[in-house]
């Protein structure tokens, strides 16, 4: 696909126009004329993720436009109502919870949130699964891609990003200036603006990503706590743990003994929150498949009850766990949570589904 752009624009005529040009000697016809030739022979395979980069100026937004005209987007208008209500009415609550998931947005009470109330990297996420929700199913181009976000929140949205493209079998193409994303978007072609060089990828792993496991005082909970989609307490004899990704951290995990009257080396999971920056990294299935080992090395039996649907998926297609029953429930309300029950639960039941750890079996020495 070979595009030649020229953009030429009127000669402004203002006083400080001209006395902008007298005083630097700025031709003004000359400056505000500009052409581009570009090659991208996306026709010649199939492909999912595309990338167009290039330094600022350097024509990306142009050429997007000319290739692909109405279908980029650059941006929403968002009200005040909670950024749930602000999807296609079309859209069913299960397909819009799925989609936030997807992208890596996975904190429920956030759904029931104003956009304006939301950080920059939850906008960023909630923006991606606005532009695929109103895409028409097929070809989805935002521009700017991460221009306001954290870098690595940048990073790691871009990797939860192109996993929903590919599993929705859908084309996606980004727009952005940084580089840095390259590794996580995992894009399988990339056309750089500034050099005018095509080149196709082979989808790689992501970028590894080290997690170390801390043991922590319940006093710690309080850094995730808002983020928990039913109950921000924490039982007093909870056994605590939180993950760090180089340092800062990324996760926490819980646990209490389960009184059984003829059991007696049963423990429940408490609390799992993974902070919106990090989800989308499958962070949640390993800190809880590393808490399930380290009981069971020491002799436990490690359960879960959970009713978030995307713990839910992810206990499913373990073969570390193993579902021992389903059932609804009501939810018991507390002051901290009521509110949450009344906006998003009211008369509804949750369906909670009840896991257990199974440790690999152990290789036997002949």
Known sequence: MRVDIDLTLDPPRSVRAQQVSGMFDVPLTDKLAASWSHNLPIEERPWQVGLVVGASGAGKSVLARELWGDRVV???????????????????????????????????????????????????????????????????????????????????????????????????VAVTCHYDVIDWLQPDWVYDVTRLEFSWRSVRPRPAMRLTVHEA????????????????EIAKSAKCFVACVDGELCAFTSYLHFPHAK?????MG?????????????????????????????????????????????????????????????????SKSRSLKRQALSSRRLVVRSFEYQPPAKEQVS
Not at 146 to 162: E, K, L
Not at 219 to 226: E, G, N
Request: aromatic share 10%.
């Open 74 to 172: 650059d941006g929403f208008e968002w009200t005040d109502k909670p950024i749930i209500d602000q999807f296609p009415r079309d859209m069913s609550i299960r397909d819009i919870t799925a989609l936030l998931t997807s992208v890596g947005f996975g904190t429920v009470p956030a759904w029931l949130r104003p956009y304006s109330t939301l950080s920059n990297g939850e906008r960023f996420r909630t923006d991606m699964a606005r532009a695929v929700a109103e895409s028409d199913g097929s070809l989805v181009v935002v521009d700017e891609f991460s221009s306001v976000v954290d870098r690595q929140v940048a990073r790691v949205a871009s990797h939860c990003v192109q996993k929903m493209i590919r599993r929705s079998n859908r084309q996606f």
């Open 217 to 232: 005082s319940t006093s710690v909970w309080k850094v995730f706590a808002r983020h928990h989609y039913l109950s921000s």
């Open 263 to 267: 059991t007696r080396n049963i423990k």
């Open 270 to 334: 408490h609390r799992l929150v993974v902070l919106p920056d990090y989800q989308g990294l499958g962070i949640a299935s390993r800190l809880e498949d590393w808490l399930g080992q380290w009981l069971a090395d020491q002799g436990y039996r490690y359960r879960n009850v959970v009713a978030h649907p995307a713990m839910i998926a992810l206990y499913s297609r373990s073969p570390r766990w193993r579902e021992t029953h389903s059932r609804s429930k009501s939810v018991r309300t507390t």
